[in-house]
Structures are given as structure tokens and as C-alpha cells.
């Protein structure tokens, strides 16, 4: 699976983006995350949702850091996965990037809550940037 993630930007505090990721093929089976790195730190899993052919589809997971301001979904006709972000802060500076994990086809796999460990498919970085 290929990922391409865009719809990065600069934005003021309280500002909004939605960031995109395409996947090269259809990504039913896998469950998609959002990650980030800001400059000198670690990287940061923010949010996951399980994979569409999964009892869990739909669950999703979020980072405290960013509950209640983002939120992830996807539309897997469409190829495409998204972030939406909401109340910006510039301690949400950073880079992002989207992952897949799977293909989920065990039905211990289909039945785990998504998580952000794992990923094996990752796409290039789209910036993010939120000045105050």
C-alpha cells in the first residue's frame, strides 16, 4: 500500500485544516492512522480507525492531546482517508504523516481495537503549521 497524505498549511491559533490521504490500492482490510513529529521531538500517534472489513469498523482512536479537536474518518471508495482539525494550537505544529496497517484478515486482527503501533505502510509528510 501507498500513501500520500496532503492538505497541510499555516494557519492561525483556532484555525482549521483537513488533511487527505490517498492509498494506492483499496485499503478495506487495513486500519489507517495519523501520526506526527514535531521539530526535535519524538513521533506522536494521534489518531486510528479500524478497518472497514473488521466488527470494529468505524472504532476509532484518539491521543489526548488532540480528542475532541480532531477527528478521523474515511471514505474507502473514494481510496481516501482523513483528518480533520479543528481549535489549532501551535503546539500542533509538526509534520503528518498516514499509515496502514494491516491487511486485517485473522479474525483475532478483525476483532482488536486499532492502535498506533504496527504500521507498515506509511506516506510521505504533509506540514502543518499554526502560528498564535
Known amino acids: 500500500v501507498q500513501l500520500q497524505a496532503s492538505g497541510g498549511g499555516s494557519v492561525r491559533a483556532g484555525g482549521s485544516l483537513r488533511l487527505s490521504c490517498v492509498s494506492s490500492?483499496?485499503?478495506?482490510?487495513?486500519?489507517i492512522g495519523w501520526f506526527r513529529q514535531a521539530p526535535g521531538k519524538e513521533r506522536e500517534g494521534i489518531a486510528c480507525i479500524s478497518a472497514s472489513y473488521s466488527p470494529r469498523y468505524g472504532i476509532t482512536y484518539y491521543a489526548d492531546s488532540v480528542k475532541g479537536r480532531f477527528t478521523i474518518s474515511r471514505a474507502d471508495a473514494e481510496n481516501t482517508y482523513f483528518l480533520e482539525m479543528r481549535g489549532l494550537e501551535p503546539e500542533d505544529t509538526a509534520i503528518y504523516y498516514c499509515?496502514?496497517?494491516?491487511?486485517?484478515?485473522?479474525?483475532?486482527?478483525?476483532?482488536?481495537?486499532?492502535?498506533?503501533?504496527?504500521?507498515?505502510?506509511w506516506g510521505q509528510g504533509t506540514l502543518v503549521t499554526v502560528s498564535s
Open positions: 499509515a496502514a496497517d494491516g491487511p486485517k484478515l485473522t479474525y483475532r486482527e478483525r476483532t482488536e481495537q486499532c492502535g498506533m503501533e504496527g504500521y507498515e505502510s
Open positions: 490500492v483499496k485499503a478495506d482490510y487495513y486500519a
